[in-house]
């Protein structure tokens, strides 16, 4: 009967161990930020090649104008990827 428990035991304790394991993993899995090239298949109504602030939406829009360096109302490629990179969430504990 003690044999049995601590198998019991055990089993629960390496259950709770590969649960714990496998939901860090999908805490560190995290989705690269998108490509310039997929912002415009998703949001480049006109095909321009560029962004304008009425065609995009999400965090890029709250920062346009940062990201927008030359002010000319559209953001290109170019400034995309000089743009300054967002910082993560903060963790709270």
Same mark, same amino acid.
């Given at each position: 009967?003690?044999?049995?428990?601590?198998?019991?035991?055990?089993?629960?304790?390496?259950?709770?161990?590969?649960?714990?394991?496998?939901?860090?993993?999908?805490?560190?899995?995290?989705?690269?930020?998108?490509?310039?090239?997929?912002?415009?298949?998703?949001?480049?109504?006109?095909?321009?090649?560029?962004?304008?602030?009425?065609?995009? $939406?999400?965090?890029?829009?709250?920062?346009?104008?940062?990201?927008?360096?030359?002010?000319?109302?559209?953001?290109?490629?170019?400034?995309?990827?000089?743009?300054?990179?967002? $910082?993560?969430?903060?963790?709270?504990?």
């Amino acid at each position: 009967m003690n044999l049995k428990k601590g198998m019991l035991v055990l089993v629960f304790i390496l259950g709770s161990v590969v649960v714990s394991t496998a939901q860090s993993q999908n805490k560190k899995e995290r989705k690269a930020p998108p490509t310039f090239a997929q912002l415009l298949k998703e949001m480049d109504a006109n095909e321009d090649g560029k962004l304008a602030e009425k065609e995009i $939406k999400g965090p890029l829009k709250e920062n346009f104008d940062t990201v927008d360096a030359d002010e000319d109302g559209y953001i290109t490629e170019e400034e995309f990827k000089k743009a300054p990179k967002p $910082k993560g969430r903060s963790k709270k504990k």
